[in-house]
């Protein structure tokens, strides 16, 4: 079975604080994502990444940064932590083949509060 | 406009009766359709993926993909109270690309 590992279950850190949520995956898959998710506004995606030292933005960027430095593993990184980013945050990886494109597995999430 | 749109629902439905979620998308040059359900407080599961117009069908549930008219839908068929969860529809253009996700609709199933 896929294995998507994140670090922590739950987060509480202070305002301004450098937030560092970690994703290891088991499966030597390429692509990875971070999503975060609210209610009534679902999963959007922040950055993914498609290979090692790549990244891409998604759709809500502001605010954090990623790294890829091998590849089972994809950090997400709140440069300075606000209360705005309190969420549920989701890391998810998919190979990269033909009839496989866009199967995530996600991880169990981390849910961060940002005081 | 969202990339991908669905009815937040909730939607109800008795046991035993078939239950149908739609979804549609903005991006003409999406290829590959998804449906993922999550139960309250867990993550995201693949249930089903389509690629091609028509139908396709997994046990009880039935993808159906509508390209011409950027519309996909699932059907549940004989649904049960385990049903019970939100059902997001996923779009992607490549293996190489961004999986996005729609807001989710909230199934539930009346025993």
């Known amino acids: 079975d896929v294995k998507v590992t994140q670090s922590s279950r739950y987060l509480v850190k202070r305002t301004g604080e450098k937030v560092f949520l970690e994703c290891v995956q088991d499966m030597d898959h390429e692509n990875m994502f971070w999503y975060r998710q609210d209610p009534g506004l679902g999963l959007r995606l922040i950055y993914f990444?498609?290979?090692?030292?790549?990244?891409e933005k998604g759709d809500i960027p502001e605010g954090y940064s990623v790294s890829r430095e091998k590849k089972e593993r994809f950090s997400l990184i709140l440069e300075s932590a606000s209360t705005n980013q309190t969420s549920m945050y989701l890391c998810a990886s998919s190979p990269i083949l033909t009839d496989l494109g866009g199967k995530l597995f996600f991880g169990s999430g981390t849910q961060l509060s940002v005081l | 406009q969202k990339e991908v749109e669905q009815n937040s629902g909730p939607l109800s439905v008795p046991e035993g009766a078939i239950a149908s979620l739609n979804c549609t998308y903005s991006?003409?040059?999406?290829?590959?359709f998804f449906w993922y359900r999550q139960y309250s407080g867990k993550s995201p599961e693949l249930i089903m993926s389509?690629?091609?117009?028509g139908d396709k069908e997994d046990g009880r549930f039935t993808a159906q993909l509508n390209k011409a008219s950027q519309y996909v839908s699932l059907l549940i068929r004989d649904s049960q109270p385990s049903d019970s969860a939100t059902y997001l529809c996923?779009?992607?253009?490549?293996?190489?690309?961004?999986?996005?996700f729609g807001p989710g609709t909230s199934l539930s199933v009346i025993p």
């Open positions: 996923a779009a992607t253009k490549t293996s190489y690309d961004k999986v996005i």
């Open positions: 990444s498609y290979d090692v030292k790549m990244k």
């Open positions: 389509i690629y091609s117009n």
């Open positions: 991006d003409r040059g999406s290829q590959s």
